[in-house]
């Protein structure tokens, strides 16, 4: 593991106003605190889940915008963004545009999405036409265009006699702006382990969360490994000529101290079995325990020791200083052990 940052679902109470409620003004600001906090901790990235129709964060762009802009070392992204609901050429524009304020600071995390509260809910958002259930052609296509369009391939064609000095008629036209490289920071979040070939085959990251849509009865984490080892065996088959990263995604809280043990220790788990969006899948367990004991358990951890990202689940609605406090004491007694290198402080 070389390097790690949170993950955020951004859970609120839903009402519109502030009431007795955590808002979404709530949760959005202190998003952009917890950013800030951080990055002065040397933690390398901040990552926010994307839902529509439920109290969480749902458009991330403009949340990621106010992170970077409060931050210098940090990565700031998506884990992930649900391609279902995308325009993919203004996301795109958008994309690139973050990246370039940010100085190549973007994780974006994309894929097909999971359940959402509303049923086809893609539709009420104007893309129609999934001949199926789950919407995956959709989210399929849609990524295909965002990422040609990343790559700067031509997207329409230029009128006659609109812009003579620029663009001859019938030019292709990429959308604009264009972030070099940006390309090579898009990563595709995998449930099993033939989507995470197919990433492979795309060229882009792999994200890894904390459930597999695959249940043998083997442990999460050893089901992970065997999806992360199928990832690296197909981008060597593809001949991309660049180093991928993979991230893994893990719920963890380091027992410091009594108020930690109150608080979290009963939160520790183990794998679970279930049914998501009709299918059989394996949950990875909550990890909560004294730093040593979560070294020894984190070491034990295939996953986790194959990829190069750990990104950490974290409860937003316990506010702030909460996560910082669990951020801290992961980067100071858990993650130098495994190998982390911080960010770069100025």
């Known amino acids: 593991m070389k390097k790690f940052g949170s993950l955020s679902f951004g859970h609120y109470s839903g009402r519109a106003t502030d009431g007795n409620g955590y808002t979404a003004r709530n949760a959005l600001q202190e998003a952009v605190e917890l950013a800030k906090a951080a990055d002065e901790l040397g933690v390398n990235g901040a990552y926010l889940r994307v839902h529509h129709y439920l109290p969480q964060h749902a458009s991330p762009i403009p949340l990621l915008s106010a992170m970077a802009a409060v931050t210098k070392n940090l990565e700031v992204g998506t884990g992930v963004i649900d391609m279902r609901y995308e325009?993919?050429?203004?996301?795109?524009?958008?994309?690139?545009?973050?990246?370039?304020?940010?100085?190549?600071?973007?994780?974006?995390?994309?894929?097909?999405?999971?359940?959402?509260?509303?049923?086809?809910?893609?539709?009420?958002?104007?893309?129609?036409?999934?001949?199926?259930?789950?919407?995956?052609?959709?989210?399929?296509?849609?990524?295909?265009?965002?990422?040609?369009?990343?790559?700067?391939?031509?997207?329409?064609?230029?009128?006659?006699?609109?812009?003579?000095?620029?663009?001859?008629?019938?030019a292709g036209l990429p959308v604009m702006p264009q972030s070099p490289g940006l390309d090579h920071r898009i990563w595709w979040g995998a449930g099993r382990?033939?989507?995470?070939?197919?990433?492979?085959?795309?060229?882009?990251?792999?994200?890894?969360?904390?459930?597999?849509?695959?249940?043998?009865?083997?442990?999460?984490?050893?089901?992970?490994?065997?999806?992360?080892?199928?990832?690296?065996?197909?981008?060597?088959?593809?001949?991309?000529?660049?180093?991928?990263?993979?991230?893994v995604s893990r719920t963890i809280f380091p027992i410091i101290d009594g108020y930690d043990r109150k608080l979290y220790l009963g939160g520790q788990s183990k794998d679970g079995i279930g049914v998501i969006d009709g299918v059989n899948a394996t949950f990875g367990k909550t990890y909560a325990a004294e730093p040593d004991q979560l070294v020894e358990q984190l070491r034990n951890d295939a996953a986790v020791m194959d990829a190069d990202t750990l990104m950490l689940t974290i409860p937003s609605q316990l506010g702030v200083e909460a996560n910082k406090k669990i951020l801290k004491s992961f980067a100071l007694y858990v993650a130098p052990e495994l190998g982390w290198e911080p960010a770069n402080q100025d």
């Open 87 to 170: 325009n993919p050429l203004y996301l795109a524009e958008e994309a690139a545009a973050l990246d370039l304020l940010s100085n190549g600071r973007v994780a974006l995390g994309v894929s097909r999405g999971s359940p959402e509260a509303a049923d086809r809910g893609w539709e009420s958002f104007g893309y129609t036409g999934s001949t199926d259930p789950r919407g995956s052609d959709i989210a399929h296509q849609h990524f295909d265009t965002f990422l040609r369009a990343v790559r700067g391939e031509p997207m329409a064609t230029a009128a006659e006699d609109q812009y003579p000095a620029m663009y001859r008629p019938g």
């Open 193 to 247: 382990r033939e989507t995470a070939e197919w990433a492979a085959e795309q060229g882009v990251n792999l994200m890894s969360s904390t459930l597999l849509t695959e249940a043998t009865g083997e442990a999460f984490a050893d089901l992970q490994a065997q999806q992360l080892q199928h990832y690296h065996e197909a981008w060597k088959r593809a001949g991309h000529d660049w180093t991928p990263r993979v991230s």
